[in-house]
Each structure stands twice: as structure tokens, then as C-alpha cells.
């Protein structure tokens, strides 16, 4: 799949020197990111919601921020690529440091909203639904994750772009976040015990 899609949308996709090359890396691995992360939320966002799991929710709104996250970097290429010009001699390629910051910040922002949103859940822990299809759709975006973690990877590697290995890095934390979650899942019927809003701030933290 990986080597069809550079195929398929870069053109000389050998020559990653060139700038024009580097863009569209960048913006292959910036749509796919975006398209996979809007898919994997509005799935565990609609499970979370079902099953009134505020862990899931919050791993779901983790996704969202992932798109958001990836739309910058689609930005930071672009400008990257602009040529020098009288104010900016040695052109625009610190863009993508600006924007690496910019996630970090937004990343930050959700994660104290969904402690906040976990430590009431903690106060008034309310019974989470044990479903299959949401442990379905776990797994699933687990998978999914760990194949954009090595799509990501490749890609950053290929056109050594610190914002690609950024959000490699990102889709990783995400696997382990989402395992969490599905762990909750599984075991807070069998221990007769919410783990919900402890997992929830858990993903919020990291």
C-alpha cells in the first residue's frame, strides 16, 4: 500500500532532494494522516458516546487533534517550500519547527480538557457497556495506527522531515493509548471495578 501511494502520487519520487519532491511527501503523508484520523474518530467517538465510555471519547478527541495536527503540517510544507525572498534570505523551511510547536500547544490544551472531563468521571463514575463492536473498533484502529505509525515513519525518513517523525511518533503513543482503553474495556466488568476515568486521564496525561 505504501509503495502504491508514492507511486501512484509523487511524481520522481526518488529524487527527495528536490523541494518539490519534499512537498509531496509531505503532503501525501499529511492527507493520509488526516483522512485516517477523521475515519478512527468519528467511529470511537460514536462507540464512546453509546457506551457512555469517557476514556473512549477522550481517545477519540486524541484522533481529532491527530487531523488537526496533520492539517498544520500539510500547511508547513507548503510555506516551507516557498522560495527566499527579501525578508526571509535562506527561505521559509524553519516553518515546520514553528508548526511542530504549534501541535504541541493544541495537544496540551485537550489533554487538560480531558483530565478535567476524567477526574469527574472518577468523582461520578457512571457504568460503562461492554460492547463488541467497540472492542472491535479498538483493535481496529489499533491496527490502523500502527500501519500510519510505519507509513509516517517511512515517509519522514525518506525526505528527513522533523515534522513526519513528529507524528510517527505520535501514532505510537496512540497504539499504546488506544491498548489502555481497550484494556479498560475488557477488564472493568470482570473486576467489578469503573477504570474508566482512571484510563481516561491515563490517555489524557500521555
Keep these: 500500500m505504501k509503495d502504491f ?32 484520523n477523521l ?27 491527530d487531523a488537526g495536527s496533520s492539517v498544520i503540517s500539510l500547511a508547513s510544507f ?36 480531558l483530565i478535567k472531563e476524567s477526574i469527574r468521571k472518577i468523582s461520578n463514575p457512571t457504568p460503562v457497556e461492554f460492547s463488541i463492536i467497540a472492542v472491535l473498533i479498538l483493535i481496529i484502529s489499533i491496527a490502523g495506527k500502527l500501519w500510519l505509525y510505519r507509513f509516517t515513519q517511512d515517509l519522514g525518513k525518506r525526505i ?17 493509548s488506544t491498548s489502555a482503553v481497550l484494556l479498560s474495556i475488557i477488564l472493568s466488568p470482570l473486576l467489578g471495578f469503573q477504570l474508566d476515568g482512571y484510563i481516561g486521564t491515563a490517555v489524557a496525561l500521555f
Aim: aromatic content about 8%; proline content about 3%.
Design 39 to 65: 475515519l478512527i474518530f468519528a467511529a470511537k467517538f460514536t462507540i464512546g458516546i453509546l457506551t457512555n465510555s469517557v476514556a473512549i471519547t477522550a481517545d477519540a478527541v486524541n484522533n481529532l487533534s
Design 5 to 36: 501511494l508514492i507511486k501512484r502520487f509523487i511524481k520522481d519520487y526518488e529524487n527527495v532532494r528536490d523541494s518539490s519532491v519534499r512537498q509531496q511527501y509531505g503532503n501525501l503523508g499529511s492527507i493520509v494522516g488526516i483522512a485516517a
Design 160 to 176: 528527513d522531515s522533523t515534522v513526519m517523525q513528529a507524528s510517527a511518533a505520535d501514532s505510537l503513543a496512540d497504539v499504546m
Design 78 to 113: 507548503k510555506l516551507a517550500n516557498k522560495p527566499p525572498d527579501e525578508n526571509h534570505p535562506f527561505g521559509y523551511a524553519r516553518i515546520e519547527y514553528i508548526a511542530s510547536s504549534l501541535v504541541a500547544v493544541i495537544i496540551l490544551f485537550i489533554g487538560l480538557e
